[in-house]
């Protein structure tokens, strides 16, 4: 299933690409999180686990990997901060800053799905079952 969701990434990646093409700031801002999420995703996946819910999902990045120092701190706040702005952008009208912002952060999405494949392909599994532990804690 993980690489099921790295090509999600990688397809999402592309259509990233066309949107900044053609100046589209919605699906800049969609394209860019749905990347960075399914190559975050990508990572449970490997571990075994299953979470549907965005916020959850963003949750268990700080939880089972920011916190114990796999992932850095400043990727949970990427894709934390590209959720919140594709949620506003997809209920209420879009100011400037946040176009700009848009495109800013959709320009760190090719690195952070690099990141995130890096981070997936050493994954071990003393590692995934330590995760495992962790999470069946809670």
């Known amino acids: 299933m993980a690489k099921v969701f790295l090509r999600k990434a990688d397809s999402a990646l592309s259509m990233l690409d066309s949107a900044v093409d053609k100046n589209e700031t919605d699906w800049v801002i969609t394209a860019s999180y749905y990347a960075k999420y399914f190559s975050f995703y990508a990572i449970l ?6 979470c549907e819910i965005h916020d959850c999902t963003i949750f268990a990045m700080r939880f089972l990997f920011v916190d114990t120092g796999i992932i850095a701190e400043d ?14 952008m997809q209920y209420y009208p879009c100011s400037e800053a946040e176009r700009k912002e848009a495109f800013a952060l959709a320009k760190t999405a090719p690195d952070f799905v690099l990141k995130m494949q890096e981070t997936c392909g050493k994954m071990h599994f003393a590692e995934i079952r330590r995760i495992r532990l962790m999470l069946d804690a809670i």
């Not at 996946?45 to 299953?50: E, S």
Request: net charge positive.
């Open 45 to 50: 996946a490997k571990c075994g686990i299953k």
């Open 75 to 88: 990727l949970y706040e990427d894709l934390n901060r590209s959720k919140e702005l594709r949620v506003d």
